[in-house]
């Protein structure tokens, strides 16, 4: 795989495709630039070396796709530099305007998402992508983890380098996995169940320790038939892969219980085994944190995805308080997290320079440390930059 500092871009359009899909307001402004923030390193560099600069992304706003407008205008403030924002990402009258770019300057064009080729990966639509660069860069780790067109067929037509982030994200999560100073400890957190439980299972093989938080916790114990009358709507085939017998993997032992619907007016504390049919737990206990706490002390290596509860609420936020809390007293430890949720706790209790490596990927970070192959990354590797087939010559146009 080739990265950015292997190439000549002087006088060459360069693709780069990041991911901008970042929350908005109300009105559409952004109000957490985080990813675009990462991007700008790599978007200087091309600029430097002589480029002309397309940037290419996707982005969501409650489930649908929108506009990147707004996203065009925030870089240009970041970036303090004039960025072109044109309504569409394909078509005769972009392509018009890419042909007229100089080096230095920098486009960014409309959403991905709004072609439903895009998420199809068609090779068409990588093709009238293509057709517009000279070289194309991945600057966008957080979502190499889809077979999105942008993602795995572009790298096909283009010769392909890893941007700047991209890199370095591959390699502060290498270190995780790759031979880490030990203790070594895993923190997952959160809700969502899926990928986690794989990494559970994959990082337990090098891990010291593994931290689970509530949620997740709660669901590995009532699969496990571990809570009385509980049972999961669906089963995990990752959960049955862990083994509740090993030293390395910590399981809340209480809790802060309320109503399935966490509803105001009833809360208590108490031990999971204790729980209530109509409770459910929202945030780990004071004696877990205890336990919690004095693991992350010794830690050398810690990795930390997910909420230990539902911080959001101050009736739930002790725990993931006091776990961000123990990891920044850890000042010997080498220090990753990633995710949206995990993000934005790091960032609520202002511990964001405590840690060595902040990654913008979820769930692509979940899937590389879970030890899986990354489509994004497997493209880039697998491009073979001396035999980039040519692109298709335009069909002439009929005369009228």
């Known amino acids: 795989?080739?990265?950015?500092?292997?190439?000549?871009?002087?006088?060459?359009?360069v693709l780069v495709r990041c991911d901008f899909n970042v929350a908005l307001d109300a009105e559409g402004r952004v109000i957490d630039d985080f990813r675009i923030v990462k991007a700008l390193p790599t978007i200087k560099f091309l600029l430097k070396k002589g480029a002309a600069v397309i940037l290419i992304s996707h982005l969501e706003n409650d489930g649908k796709p929108a506009s990147l407008q707004n996203v065009a205008k925030h870089l240009e403030k970041l970036l303090l530099k004039k960025v072109k924002f044109l309504i569409d990402c394909v078509g005769e009258k972009i392509e018009k305007e890419?042909?007229?770019?100089?080096?230095?300057?920098?486009?960014?064009?409309?959403?991905?998402?709004?072609?439903?080729?895009?998420?199809?990966?068609?090779?068409?639509?990588?093709?009238?992508?293509a057709a517009m660069g000279d070289i194309y860069?991945?600057?966008?780790?957080?979502?190499?983890?889809?077979?999105?067109?942008?993602?795995?067929?572009?790298?096909?037509?283009?010769?392909?380098?890893?941007?700047?982030?991209?890199?370095?994200?591959?390699?502060?999560?290498?270190?995780?996995?790759?031979?880490?100073?030990?203790?070594?400890?895993?923190?997952?957190?959160?809700?969502?169940?899926?990928?986690?439980?794989?990494?559970?299972?994959?990082?337990?093989?090098?891990?010291?320790?593994?931290?689970?938080?509530?949620?997740?916790?709660?669901?590995?114990?009532?699969?496990k038939q571990q809570l009385m009358g509980r049972q999961p709507e669906k089963r995990d085939a990752?959960?049955?892969?862990?083994?509740?017998?090993?030293?390395?993997?910590?399981?809340?032992?209480?809790?802060?219980?309320?109503?399935?619907?966490?509803?105001?007016?009833?809360?208590?504390t108490a031990a999971i085994g204790r729980m209530r049919g109509e409770e459910d737990i929202f945030d780990i206990g004071p004696e877990t944190?205890?336990?919690?706490?004095?693991?992350?002390?010794?830690?050398?290596?810690?990795?930390?995805?997910?909420?230990?509860?539902?911080?959001?609420?101050?009736e739930f936020a002790a725990g993931t308080r006091a776990v961000i809390e123990a990891i920044s007293r850890a000042h010997n430890s080498y220090r990753v997290a990633g995710g949206g949720e995990t993000l934005e706790a790091i960032r609520k209790y202002k511990a964001e320079k405590k840690f060595?490596?902040?990654?913008?990927?979820?769930?692509?970070?979940?899937?590389?440390?879970?030890?899986?192959?990354?489509?994004?990354?497997?493209?880039?590797?697998?491009?073979?930059?001396?035999?980039?087939?040519?692109?298709?010559?335009?069909?002439?146009?009929?005369?009228?």
């Not at 990265?3 to 359009?13: M, P």
């Not at 959960?239 to 007016?265: F, R």
């Not at 002390?297 to 539902?310: H, R």
Request: hydrophobic share 40%; charged share 25%; aromatic share 6%.
């Open 289 to 314: 944190v205890k336990f919690f706490t004095e693991i992350i002390k010794d830690a050398k290596t810690i990795f930390f995805n997910g909420p230990m509860g539902l911080f959001e609420k101050q």
């Open 137 to 223: 860069v991945n600057e966008a780790f957080s979502c190499s983890h889809r077979d999105h067109a942008s993602i795995t067929r572009l790298p096909k037509y283009l010769p392909a380098y890893a941007g700047l982030l991209m890199a370095d994200e591959i390699a502060n999560l290498s270190k995780i996995l790759e031979n880490p100073a030990h203790p070594l400890v895993a923190i997952i957190g959160g809700a969502k169940v899926g990928t986690k439980s794989k990494v559970v299972v994959n990082i337990s093989k090098i891990a010291d320790h593994i931290l689970v938080g509530s949620k997740i916790g709660e669901r590995i114990l009532s699969q």
């Open 1 to 13: 795989m080739k990265i950015l500092n292997d190439g000549d871009f002087k006088n060459k359009k």
């Open 356 to 400: 060595d490596f902040l990654s913008t990927g979820g769930g692509a970070m979940m899937e590389y440390l879970a030890g899986n192959i990354l489509p994004g990354i497997a493209a880039l590797e697998n491009a073979d930059q001396e035999s980039v087939p040519s692109l298709p010559a335009p069909l002439p146009k009929k005369k009228r």
């Open 238 to 268: 990752s959960i049955d892969l862990i083994d509740l017998t090993s030293s390395k993997i910590h399981l809340p032992v209480d809790g802060v219980l309320a109503l399935k619907d966490a509803s105001e007016g009833y809360l208590r």
């Open 98 to 129: 890419i042909k007229l770019m100089a080096p230095g300057q920098v486009v960014m064009l409309e959403n991905l998402r709004f072609h439903s080729e895009e998420k199809e990966g068609s090779d068409d639509f990588a093709r009238k992508l």
